[in-house]
C-alpha cells in the first residue's frame, strides 16, 4: 500500500492513511502522508476508509483485500450505502473469483442482481467510467429479505 500511496503523491493525487493504532506501534504505518489516521482497531479503520470514500477499487491482493471488498459489496447489497465497488482485474486476477460468483449465482446463493453490483474491467480508466454512470439496483429489501426466509 505504500508504493501505491507513494504514486498518488507523485502525481499530486491525495492520499488519506487509516491505520490500527497497532499495526503502526509495530513500525508498520507508511509515515509519509499529510493525512494519517490512527484508530484502536480493523473494524474502526473499515468503518471510517468507507465514510470517507465515494466508492472502492479492489487491486489484486490477499485475504485482507478480499475480505474488506466483499465487506463493502455486502454493505452496498444490504443498502447501507450506494458506492460503486469494483476490482481492478490486472492480467485477469479476479476472473476466477467472478466465475465462482457466477457458480454461486447459478446455484441461487446469490442474486443476479447482486453479481451485477461488482463493476470490473483490467482498464483503470475504464473501471473510472463504470464508477461514474453506475446507479446502484434498486432492489427491494423487505421482499429480498423474505423470500430467502421462504427459500430455507
Known amino acids: 500500500m ?6 498518488v503523491l ?14 503502526v506501534e509495530k513500525e508498520v504505518a507508511f509515515t509519509g502522508l499529510a493525512d494519517l489516521r490512527v ?18 477499487i479492489a487491486l489484486p491482493g490477499g485475504l485482507g483485500t478480499i475480505e474488506e471488498f466483499f465487506e ?12 460503486p465497488c469494483g476490482l481492478l482485474n490486472v492480467h485477469h486476477y ?3 473469483l467472478m466465475s465462482f ?6 446455484e441461487k446463493f446469490v442474486e443476479a ?17 463504470k464508477f461514474e454512470t ?11 429479505v423474505l423470500q430467502l426466509s421462504k427459500d430455507q
Open 113 to 129: 442482481e447482486h453479481r451485477s453490483m461488482i463493476l470490473m474491467d483490467e482498464n483503470l480508466e475504464r473501471l473510472i467510467q
Open 2 to 7: 505504500g508504493k501505491l500511496a507513494e504514486a
Open 39 to 56: 484508530v484502536d482497531s480493523m473494524h474502526e479503520r473499515k468503518a471510517l476508509m468507507a465514510d470517507l470514500s465515494d466508492g472502492f
Open 101 to 106: 460468483l457466477d457458480h454461486a449465482v447459478n
Open 10 to 23: 507523485e502525481k499530486g493525487g491525495e492520499v488519506i492513511g487509516v491505520i490500527p493504532k497497532g499495526l
Open 134 to 144: 453506475y446507479l446502484p439496483p434498486n432492489i427491494d429489501k423487505a421482499k429480498w
Open 72 to 83: 463493502v459489496l455486502t454493505w452496498a447489497q444490504l443498502g447501507i450505502h450506494p458506492k
Open 94 to 96: 479476479y476472473d476466477r
